[in-house]
């Protein structure tokens, strides 16, 4: 059974950065798209990036475009999320996800896409 654990959540000041991991066990990731969303108290979950395992294939939603970078490091069999240019406003659980469907061409990151969750990391944006 796959399993995720995300990590490197925290405090950071606004302007930071932070590089959340997505570890995965019980299978290897070479086949799914895994997905970052992350959920702020009294808001819905909301999706911000994919990446399928298989040909690399990535996609970012508004939010987190253009200071954001999904990658797979396939040794760790771990996703990472970069996020840069931290604002108050992205204070939230940050959660990873995976499904064994992949796509040469994401038009979304929605949840009920994904069967597989991590158990979530607190990130804080705060001066």
């Known amino acids: 059974q796959l399993q995720l654990a995300e990590s490197g959540g925290g405090l950071v000041q606004p302007g930071g950065s932070l590089r959340l991991s997505c570890a995965a066990s019980?299978?290897?990731?070479?086949?799914?798209?895994v997905a970052w969303f992350r959920q702020a108290t009294g808001n819905k979950r909301e999706g911000l990036s994919c990446i399928s395992t298989w040909d690399g294939v990535t996609y970012y939603e508004n939010s987190v475009k253009g200071r954001s970078t999904i990658s797979l490091d396939k040794a760790k069999n771990t996703v990472y999320l970069q996020i840069n240019s931290l604002k108050p406003e992205d204070t939230a659980v940050y959660y990873c996800a995976a499904s064994e469907q992949t796509s040469s061409w994401y038009t979304g990151v929605r949840d009920y896409e994904y069967d597989t969750w991590g158990q979530g990391t607190q990130v804080t944006v705060t001066s």
């Open positions: 019980g299978y290897t990731l070479d086949h799914y798209t």
